[in-house]
């Protein structure tokens, strides 16, 4: 099955500064990776998402981009803000055998944002 | 309303108790998720609905069990469960059958199972 791997676990950054989060996948076969961001006491909120057949997409501080050959993907946040802290998880969808796809989420990272 | 609620928030339940979680979108979606987190962990898939047929079990106890009266709602039946039970129950709803694409998640219910 599908393995996602998720670094760093914790990131610490001043507000401004550019935030960097990546993953690795194990299946080739993915072709869609959302980004969740869960804040305290709540559920996780889709922030971006790209399919395989793109390498990049970007949504006003946030951008995500993908790189099929070496399976990995990376979100990128400027200009963090103190409210960006959160935790985040990747995840990758498998194609599947149907139209479902099973969706493998990372590990999360712990993002905290000095002001 | 593009929420997803979930009631209630917080549950505390002996082993012998049966109880019910609840979950409402008015947002058309026709697929919708139940999900379980443990602390410090990311979410794991429990069950799908699809246009309120059961289309994923991925292997859950029977002391779990869902239900889906209409396309709003999703319920999770919980009887006899076990401390290591205890997590954040979340439900989500996307747009597209079982695709898992564009999940919108609600708040969650806190179970502890003492």
């Known amino acids: 099955g599908e393995n996602v791997e998720q670094h760093p676990s914790t990131l610490s950054v001043q507000e401004g500064d550019s935030a960097v989060i990546k993953c690795t996948y194990s299946?080739?076969?993915?072709?869609?990776f959302p980004w969740y961001k869960q804040e305290l006491g709540k559920g996780p909120q889709l922030i971006i998402d790209i399919r395989s057949n793109v390498g990049e997409k970007k949504d006003q501080r946030i951008a995500v981009t993908l790189n099929k050959t070496a399976k990995h993907f990376s979100l990128h946040i400027t200009e963090t803000q103190p409210e960006d802290s959160a935790v985040y998880f990747c995840a990758a969808r498998n194609a599947g055998g149907t139209s479902y796809g099973k969706l493998t989420f990372g590990q999360g990272t712990i993002l905290t944002v000095h002001p | 309303d593009t929420e997803v609620t979930q009631t209630p928030k917080h549950l505390v339940m002996g082993m012998t108790n049966k109880k019910s979680l609840k979950c409402e979108q008015h947002?058309?979606?026709?697929?919708m998720y139940w999900y379980k987190q443990k602390a410090k962990k990311p979410p794991e898939l429990m069950f799908v609905y699809s246009y309120e047929k059961l289309s994923i079990n991925e292997s859950v106890p029977s002391r779990f069990s869902p239900e889906c009266p209409n396309s709003s709602l999703l319920n999770l039946h919980l009887h006899a469960l076990q401390p290591e039970d205890s997590a954040l129950y979340l439900c989500?709803?996307?747009?597209?059958?079982?695709?898992?694409?564009?999940?919108?998640f609600g708040s969650g219910t806190q179970l502890s199972v003492l």
């Open positions: 989500a709803s996307s747009p597209q059958y079982a695709t898992n694409e564009k999940l919108f």
């Open positions: 299946d080739s076969a993915s072709n869609y």
């Open positions: 947002m058309g979606h026709r697929a």
